[in-house]
């Protein structure tokens, strides 16, 4: 029993680790470029899209971008 724990402290020291790593790593992530809010490093997916293709939403402006921090562009957003 007690090398389960063991070996679960240490998985969640590693995914713990890579956190860190992401969040050092991918600097434009950290601020949404319409409203320079922070955005924290975990964050929950408000669309499908986002469940499987990753990107997130930001709090404040609304502001939908992919998850290497670009606006998306959707047919709904385009100006006519």
């Not at 402290?9 to 680790?17: D, E, F, K, M, P």
């Not at 949404?32 to 986002?50: G, H, N």
């Not at 293709?53 to 385009?78: A, F, H, M, Q, Y």
Request: glycine letters at 8%; a positive charge; hydrophobic letters at 45%.
């Amino acid at each position: 029993m007690g090398t389960v724990i063991q070996v679960m402290i240490l998985i969640g020291l590693v995914v713990a680790a890579l956190l860190v790593l992401t969040a050092i790593m991918r600097p434009w992530l950290r601020n949404c470029p319409r409203c320079r809010t922070d955005i924290p490093a975990i964050r929950a997916p408000t669309s499908l899209r986002q469940m499987l293709w990753g990107g997130w939403t930001c709090p404040s402006c609304g502001l939908e971008l992919d998850r290497k921090g670009n606006p998306v562009i959707s047919r709904t957003n385009v100006p006519r």
